[in-house]
T-cell receptor, first 112, second 111 residues
Framework: DAKTTQPTSMDCAEGRAANLPCNHS???????VYWYRQIHSQGPQYIIH???NNETNEMASLIITEDRKSSTLILPHATLRDTAVYYC?????????????FGPGTRLSVLP | KAGVTQTPRYLIKTRGQQVTLSCSPI?????VSWYQQTPGQGLQFLFE???????NKGNFPGRFSGRQFSNSRSEMNVSTLELGDSALYLC??????????FGQGTRLTVV
């Protein structure tokens, strides 16, 4: 079972910031928070991941609370192409054969 | 840098047949994982290979198998196809840090 809970769906106006929350209250000390998104019928796309510090890349920012029990993915200026299902996953880092456990994710609709 | 390549993109098979899907990982990635995605069950992990060895396996029947070659390319095979095997099959290759990069998938339809 997925170790995260996310809202089923969210709407965001084009050009505004999209803030996608994720709860992971049982996260272990060595588990990272990963975010992927999947645009209809395509393979999931890696967005960002982090352990405890906030992370930013060209796609998004990841804000992790100090107790690490929740996080928020921020798309700073959402576009119509950001409409997708967003998955929050916790997993140990490193290449040790651990698989990703995908939950149902959040369906983000960016509206014109 | 080329991404993960899966072939074929689409496939139609008849119940009882077997099928082989192929995945070429990103150059330098030695870990390849396979996932099945259906509308009812979502994305589910099948198995993971690293240096030609299966390191991890999901909860699927033995009809689902895979292998990895010395060049890290991987194949998965499904024997005695059932209607319920219709799905999008996704392959992902991983870095040493663990980020996985997915291919576009093979959409299998069993009729």
């Amino acid at each position: 079972d997925a170790k995260t809970t996310q809202p089923t769906s969210m709407d965001c106006a084009e050009g505004r910031a999209a803030n996608l929350p994720c709860n992971h209250s049982t996260i272990s000390g060595n588990e990272y928070v990963y975010w992927y998104r999947q645009i209809h019928s395509q393979g999931p796309q890696y967005i960002i991941h982090g352990l405890k510090n906030n992370e930013t890349n060209e796609m998004a920012s990841l804000i992790i609370t100090e107790d690490r029990k929740s996080s928020t993915l921020i798309l700073p200026h959402a576009t119509l192409r950001d409409t997708a299902v967003y998955y929050c996953i916790v997993r140990v880092d490193g290449n040790y054969g651990q698989n990703f456990v995908f939950g149902p994710g959040t369906r983000l609709s960016v509206l014109p | 840098k080329a991404g993960v390549t899966q072939t074929p993109r689409y496939l139609i098979k008849t119940r009882g047949q077997q099928v082989t899907l192929s995945c070429s990982p990103i150059s330098g990635h030695r870990s390849v994982s396979w996932y099945q995605q259906t509308p009812g069950q979502g994305l589910q992990f099948l198995f993971e290979y690293f240096s030609e060895t299966q390191r991890n396996k999901g909860n699927f029947p033995g009809r689902f198998s895979g292998r990895q070659f010395s060049n890290s390319r991987s194949e998965m095979n499904v024997s005695t196809l059932e209607l319920g095997d219709s799905a999008l099959y996704l392959c992902a290759s991983s870095t040493t840090r663990g980020e996985a990069f997915f291919g576009q998938g093979t959409r299998l339809t069993v009729v």
